[in-house]
């Protein structure tokens, strides 16, 4: 008697692949509008708009989240800095600053909409650092100080997320800490983990936040250290962290598997400005960008684990997908 040997191999692929109706019904989970965060680029109505990136005014934002949640995109990720600037950070946490002007936009015009906030100093010193010094040294504890303060201002104006982006620990431990002590304990946080990489000049130009040095970010991590990066989200979480954001989006991919098994917590990958301009390029002839590629990419992103995936492109995509 001879034993039947069982393949787990489909022995005819064509019959799942060959018919539209088969295909369609297999295709698995889909990519939708709801899967994308939009970032919105602040600058006052006086400053210039040529810029690398796509920004907005204060003014446009409530036309802007509408249209955003006509389309079914349910969150912003917002990002505004200070005109003026000084060595104390001062405009980080100024009552009347482009910040909570934009999420007090954001939220009267679409009550309904997440709005995500970025805390952090670059675009408040007058060195373009994260961080705040003292004799000429990174003063740790008064970073995170202040940025507690940043976010306890942006949770006030009405914030539902704010993310802690300066990479050093303890930073988020602190913002949970002065959330919870000024009653918005129902505003979650969401720090910023960030390889170092060449992908984020259109924003570091657009926002004017480079530093001075020209060096790279102190405390960001080296795209060769993956287990760092995975310790640094897990230490994260340990200091009361609700989601995590990890940056560059495409290069983070490695780490968005690992953590999806380490940690239940959210994990959103910020498609950051290179990805933009390099994924879904401007054609010159017609002044069109074609998003495919970008989408392919938040496609991968998605079954891998993303909870959610933060873009410049959400607008552009969600017309691309309801189309």
């Given at each position: ?32 509008a ?48 200070s ?33 995500m ?8 010193t ?55 002590e ?39 991590i ?16 340990g200091?009361g ?7 560059p ?20 990958p ?54």
């Open positions: 008697m001879t034993t039947t040997q069982h393949s787990t191999a489909i022995t005819d692929p064509a019959r799942l692949h060959g018919r539209a109706a088969v295909r369609s019904f297999l295709e698995g989970p889909s990519l939708t709801a899967d994308l965060s939009m970032v919105l680029l602040v600058r006052e109505d006086s400053e210039d708009a040529d810029r690398p990136m796509p920004t907005v005014t204060v003014a446009e934002i409530p036309q802007t989240v509408r249209d955003l949640a006509s389309l079914g995109v349910r969150s912003v990720k917002v990002f505004a800095n005109p003026h600037r000084d060595a104390e950070a001062s405009g980080a946490v100024a009552p009347d600053s482009l910040m909570v002007r934009a999420i007090h936009a954001a939220k009267d015009a679409e009550p309904g909409i997440a709005v906030t970025e805390n952090c100093l670059c675009g408040h007058d060195t373009g650092e994260c961080h705040l010094a003292s004799a000429g040294r990174i003063d740790l504890d008064r970073t995170a100080a202040m940025i507690a303060a940043q976010a306890v201002i942006q949770a006030e104006a009405g914030a539902d997320i704010v993310g802690p982006a300066a990479m050093a620990r303890s930073t988020t431990s602190c913002v949970r800490q002065a959330l919870d000024n009653g918005h304990r129902d505003v979650a946080t969401m720090p910023h983990l960030i390889f170092d990489s060449a992908l984020y000049e259109g924003y570091r130009a657009t926002m004017r936040a480079t530093p001075a040095s020209g060096a790279h970010r102190p405390f960001q080296s795209p060769r250290q993956p287990e760092t990066a995975v310790d640094t989200g897990l230490a994260f979480v200091e962290a609700d989601i995590l954001l990890l940056e989006g495409m290069l983070s991919v490695d780490v968005l598997t690992t953590l999806k098994q380490k940690t239940a917590a959210p994990l959103m910020f498609s950051v400005s290179g990805e933009y301009t390099r994924l879904a390029p401007l054609d010159p002839g017609t002044g069109r960008r074609d998003f495919r590629p970008l989408l392919e990419l938040f496609m991968m992103l998605k079954r891998s684990g993303a909870e959610r995936i933060i873009t410049y492109a959400a607008a552009d995509l969600a017309r691309l997908l309801a189309g």
